[in-house]
């Protein structure tokens, strides 16, 4: 009897934590869509989703102004893969958990990219693929109390930041078109130069992951530094560099360079 109590008080205050989360959303511009693993009712999955989402994600965010929304948490009508399409193609931010490398998690982040749409990524105690190296990060750790702290804090300086870049924020997806674009308009060189140092500033930014993360073990911490802190580069008399050797730039992701005789004869081309 007292187990059914249980259950039913809790049911109670999902229907409430929902019901209150669709009429914030109708007063709100500012909404926030949270993509992570979810899970089946009373699993581990959801138990932590849970967990994550009250103690860390929704006080950051509601702190710069945000209504957070998770997707179980809608009750508009509609097939649940639109709502989430829509959630995030039109929410203002998205706050992905990207612990646990669930497909769908990645699945939804990558049309977010597409769409160039602002987006922060939270992590718990793993790293990161390299393509995301780059993007928005917080390490957190949900055995450490002082963790949510930290990482509530870091949060909500992180999605001001990218709110502030809007439709303007680097993702993968925009790095790569715009180097296929410099490709097409017969600029290789310049397109290698900037991945080279996008690579670079990737490099750069696990290194200081893992330095951060070893000198404060299971605290928020920085993954990607602003991009004003990105190191720029200036190439004196750059070599030759052809389209094939660029190709194998991209697909290899290192850069072979024409010997001197190459370099001779294109010049002389």
């Known amino acids: ?10 049911k109670a205050k999902k229907q409430a934590t929902k019901s209150s989360a669709t009429k914030r959303r109708k ?20 138990k932590r989703a849970d967990q994550v989402l009250e103690h860390v994600i929704r006080p950051a965010a509601e702190k710069v102004g945000y209504t957070v929304v998770r ?4 009750q508009n009508p509609g097939q649940i893969t ?10 203002s931010m998205v706050v992905a958990d990207l612990t646990g490398k669930n497909p769908n998690v990645y699945y939804e982040l990558a049309v977010r990219h597409c769409f160039r749409k602002p987006s922060v990524q939270i992590i718990e105690n793993e790293d990161l693929p390299f393509d995301l190296y780059s993007q928005r990060t917080i390490q957190f750790d949900m055995t450490n109390p002082d963790s949510w702290t930290a990482c509530r804090d870091k949060l909500s300086e992180y999605i001001e930041a990218a709110a502030k870049e ?9 790095v790569a078109t715009t180097v296929m674009a410099e490709v097409a308009s017969g600029q290789p060189l310049e397109a290698a130069m900037e991945s080279m140092q996008r690579e670079i500033t990737a490099l750069r930014t696990q290194v200081s992951r893992q330095q951060e993360k070893t000198s404060s073990p299971g605290y928020g911490s920085l ?5 004003s802190d990105s190191p720029q580069f200036t190439l004196q008399n750059p070599p030759v560099v052809s389209l094939d050797d660029y190709n194998r730039f991209l697909s290899s992701r290192t850069l072979i360079f024409p010997s001197e005789e190459d370099a001779e004869k294109a010049e002389e081309e």
């Open 27 to 46: 007063v709100s511009e500012k909404v926030c869509f949270v993509v992570c693993a979810i899970g089946s009712e009373g699993s581990n999955t959801r």
């Open 71 to 74: 997707v179980d948490e809608d």
């Open 1 to 10: 009897m007292a187990k059914t109590k249980q259950r039913a008080k809790r």
């Open 166 to 174: 809007g439709e303007s924020a680097n993702t993968p997806v925009s």
């Open 82 to 91: 639109v709502d989430i399409i829509r959630h995030l193609l039109e929410d």
């Open 223 to 227: 993954s990607a530094p602003k991009s």
